[in-house]
Antibody, heavy 128, light 108 residues
Framework: EVQLVESGGGLVQPGGSLRLSCAAS????????MQWVRQTTGKGLEWVSV???????YYPGSVKGRFTISRENARNSLYLQMNSLRAGDTAVYYC??????????????????????WGKGTTVTVSS | DIQMTQSPSSLSASVGDRVTITCRAS??????LNWYQQKPGKAPKLLIY???SSQSGVPSRFSGSGSGTDFTLTISSLQPEDFATYYC??????????FGQGTKVEIK
């Protein structure tokens, strides 16, 4: 069974740090991009970071410079190091697998990216 | 950043109804548009990718259409298990893959 299980969430004070983990099983972890998506209470979804199979990383401006995504293929594990945490970072953090569908038209190849497997999430609360 | 705006924010419908949810992008995202379903306390579930391609295992009553800036998710005949919140997401612009604010489908 394809599965993602997050851990490491908890209560942390503003300015503090936390490291989230995501354990993958049931698929070849090293062959997929992986990402983190968060959801604030009662609000919507926000993409947080992605790491490619080659280790390339991307972040939105809201977390760039504070969060670091990494992966350990030998352990089928994904991580998110979160530093300088703020109240606004309080959310449920999901680990998700990225997949790509390819199509060609007009001599051009399109790569359609989507998140097809999600974990159940881990809750991070930033509060004094 | 590309902003994604869904309408309506919520709707009430009955079992058997045809339901349409709209997602509009602040600039063209071509067909780089996905739809997800989320039930309370659960993770999002992929329904549609590349604007109109159905994810394996998703019931055929769910369909997606559109390109450029305007997209639609249609549920042809609403079932009890379809009451949930639906989100669109653009994956055209990295590193800012944005979601819509969600559309909550409730029982009338």
């Amino acid at each position: 069974e394809v599965q993602l299980v997050e851990s490491g969430g908890g209560l942390v004070q503003p300015g503090g740090s936390l490291r989230l983990s995501c354990a993958a099983s049931g698929f070849t972890f090293s062959s997929y991009d992986m990402q983190w998506v968060r959801q604030t209470t009662g609000k919507g979804l926000e993409w947080v970071s992605v790491i490619g199979t080659a280790g390339d990383t991307y972040y939105p401006g809201s977390v760039k410079g504070r969060f670091t995504i990494s992966r350990e293929n030998a352990r089928n594990s994904l991580y998110l190091q979160m530093n300088s945490l703020r109240a606004g970072d309080t959310a449920v953090y999901y680990c998700a697998r990225g997949s790509v569908s390819y199509s060609s038209s007009s001599g051009r190849v399109h790569q359609y990216y989507y998140m097809d497997v999600w974990g159940k999430g881990t809750t991070v609360t930033v509060s004094s | 950043d590309i902003q994604m705006t869904q309408s309506p924010s919520s709707l009430s419908a009955s079992v058997g109804d045809r339901v349409t949810i709209t997602c509009r992008a602040s600039q063209s995202v071509s067909s780089y548009l996905n739809w997800y379903q989320q039930k309370p306390g659960k993770a999002p579930k992929l329904l549609i990718y590349a604007a109109s391609s159905s994810q394996s295992g998703v019931p055929s009553r769910f369909s997606g259409s559109g390109s450029g800036t305007d997209f639609t998710l249609t549920i042809s005949s609403l079932q009890p298990e379809d009451f949930a919140t639906y989100y669109c997401q653009q994956t055209y612009s990295l590193p800012q893959w944005t979601f819509g604010q969600g559309t909550k489908v409730e029982i009338k």
